[in-house]
């Protein structure tokens, strides 16, 4: 079939057999008012590539920017000490990678606990804005209620942290990171049970912490469920990728497509992978600014054992340590006793 001297508008289009309409090596060779067509221009992107290297304009700006918000990201996530705290004893220890590492550890005779060997080693992690020192002191705070009890239990703790890398004293050996902290976190576990207080436990420790010290412990005893006698949790957030895009806001949406270069941080499925057999008692600060208590509830459920306690005091902000072990000495004596009875000889 042959189309003649068809007219669109002022132009008069020369004939064109149909074959020369399928045949794609013949396209630029039809005539439009008797001359070749003319080819495409290149267009440019904004970055001044023509459009074959746009994506290379693109993939440029995507590992700056992923580069830029790391960067940001390590800063906000571990900034180093800032707390002034008590020197503790040294406990020093190695890390996977072979660098030599200080931790400390302390007894609790100076806030009312038994003038005795230690049988009930506690291993608390820090939050992300101070040390092992402070970390230590955290933990006693959970405990001097209990101890100002006349009828309660006066557990013969032996309290164990370490600071992460990065961290006085563990300055100029590497910076802290998911997998650093974890690393060392385990490392500081096998060290704690060696010492005499962990021979007393029957290889059993209680472990807690604060804010991104929740994560660490969360992590250490999914890790290592069976050396656990229980977990105590302040303020937790449900993971950092959730806490980066509150960071962020209102400009998550901006950021998402690089939120996998921050640590993660997945407290979620962490809570999910606990035995059921271990006590937890979560104290939830209900004025925190910083982790909602929204969050914190969502750690809590995932929990699956039966053996928990959400112990909530709405005016606690997210240091608020010392009003939330006073408020809620009830929640946490329960969770101490049911947890010291799964130690060989008790608390």
Same mark, same amino acid.
Not at 141 to 170: C, D, M, W
């Given at each position: *079939?042959?189309?003649?001297?068809?007219?669109?508008?002022?132009?008069?289009?020369?004939?064109?057999?149909?074959?020369?309409? !399928?045949?794609?090596?013949?396209?630029?060779?039809?005539?439009?008012?008797?001359?070749?067509?003319?080819?495409?221009?290149?267009?440019?992107?904004?970055?001044?590539?023509?459009?074959?290297?746009? #994506?290379?304009?693109?993939?440029?700006?995507?590992?700056?920017?992923?580069?830029?918000? =790391?960067?940001?990201?390590?800063?906000?996530?571990?900034?180093?000490? *800032?707390?002034?705290?008590?020197? $503790?004893?040294?406990?020093? +220890?190695?890390?996977?990678?072979?660098?030599?590492?200080?931790?400390?550890?302390?007894?609790?005779?100076?806030?009312?606990?038994?003038?005795?060997?230690? =049988?009930?080693? +506690?291993?608390?992690?820090?939050?992300?804005?101070?040390?092992?020192?402070?970390? !230590?002191?955290?933990?006693?705070? #959970?405990?001097?209620?209990?101890?100002?009890?006349? +009828?309660?239990?006066?557990?013969?703790?032996?309290?164990?942290?370490?600071?992460?890398?990065?961290?006085?004293?563990?300055?100029? %050996?590497?910076?802290?990171?998911?997998?650093?902290? *974890?690393?060392?976190?385990?490392?500081?576990?096998?060290? !704690?049970?060696?010492?005499?207080?962990?021979?007393?436990?029957?290889? =059993?420790?209680?472990?807690?912490?604060?804010?991104?010290?929740?994560?660490?412990?969360?992590?250490? &005893?999914?890790?290592?469920?069976?050396?656990?006698?229980?977990?105590?949790?302040?303020?937790?957030?449900?993971?950092?990728?959730?806490?980066?895009?509150?960071?962020?806001?209102?400009?998550?949406?901006?950021?998402?497509?690089?939120?996998?270069?921050?640590?993660?941080?997945?407290?979620?499925?962490?809570?999910?992978?606990?035995?059921?057999?271990?006590? %937890? &008692?979560?104290?939830?600060?209900?004025?925190?600014?910083?982790?909602?208590?929204?969050?914190?509830?969502?750690?809590?459920?995932?929990?699956?054992?039966?053996?928990?306690?959400?112990?909530?005091?709405?005016?606690?902000?997210?240091?608020?340590?010392?009003?939330?072990?006073?408020?809620?000495?009830?929640?946490?004596?329960?969770?101490?006793?049911?947890? $010291?009875?799964? #130690?060989?000889?008790? $608390?």
């Amino acid at each position: *079939m042959a189309m003649d001297n068809i007219e669109f508008g002022t132009h008069d289009y020369a004939k064109v057999d149909a074959a020369s309409l !399928v045949a794609p090596h013949r396209y630029d060779e039809l005539a439009i008012g008797g001359g070749p067509m003319p080819s495409p221009p290149l267009t440019r992107c904004r970055c001044g590539c023509k459009s074959w290297g746009c #994506l290379i304009c693109f993939g440029f700006f995507y590992f700056w920017m992923a580069w830029t918000l =790391k960067v940001v990201a390590q800063e906000n996530q571990y900034p180093g000490d *800032m707390f002034r705290t008590e020197p $503790c004893d040294d406990l020093s +220890f190695i890390g996977r990678d072979g660098t030599s590492l200080k931790g400390c550890r302390t007894t609790f005779e100076k806030i009312g606990a038994p003038a005795s060997l230690p =049988k009930t080693p +506690f291993i608390f992690f820090s939050g992300n804005g101070y040390g092992g020192a402070r970390a !230590v002191e955290v933990a006693a705070s #959970l405990l001097i209620p209990q101890y100002k009890k006349t +009828f309660g239990l006066h557990p013969a703790v032996e309290a164990f942290s370490f600071s992460y890398r990065g961290y006085s004293p563990n300055t100029g %050996v590497g910076s802290a990171s998911e997998a650093s902290i *974890m690393a060392d976190a385990e490392s500081f576990l096998d060290t !704690v049970l060696a010492t005499e207080s962990a021979k007393q436990s029957g290889g =059993k420790v209680l472990i807690g912490g604060h804010s991104l010290g929740c994560a660490v412990a969360l992590g250490l &005893a999914s890790r290592r469920s069976e050396i656990v006698g229980g977990v105590v949790l302040f303020s937790p957030f449900t993971s950092m990728w959730d806490m980066d895009l509150v960071f962020w806001a209102p400009w998550s949406i901006v950021f998402f497509p690089w939120l996998w270069v921050s640590d993660r941080w997945d407290n979620i499925a962490a809570a999910a992978a606990l035995p059921e057999e271990i006590p %937890v &008692a979560l104290l939830s600060s209900g004025a925190d600014t910083i982790i909602s208590p929204a969050m914190q509830r969502q750690v809590f459920d995932a929990l699956r054992t039966d053996l928990k306690w959400f112990l909530q005091t709405p005016t606690a902000t997210h240091g608020s340590i010392d009003l939330e072990a006073k408020s809620q000495q009830q929640g946490v004596g329960d969770w101490l006793k049911i947890s $010291c009875s799964r #130690l060989l000889h008790g $608390c």
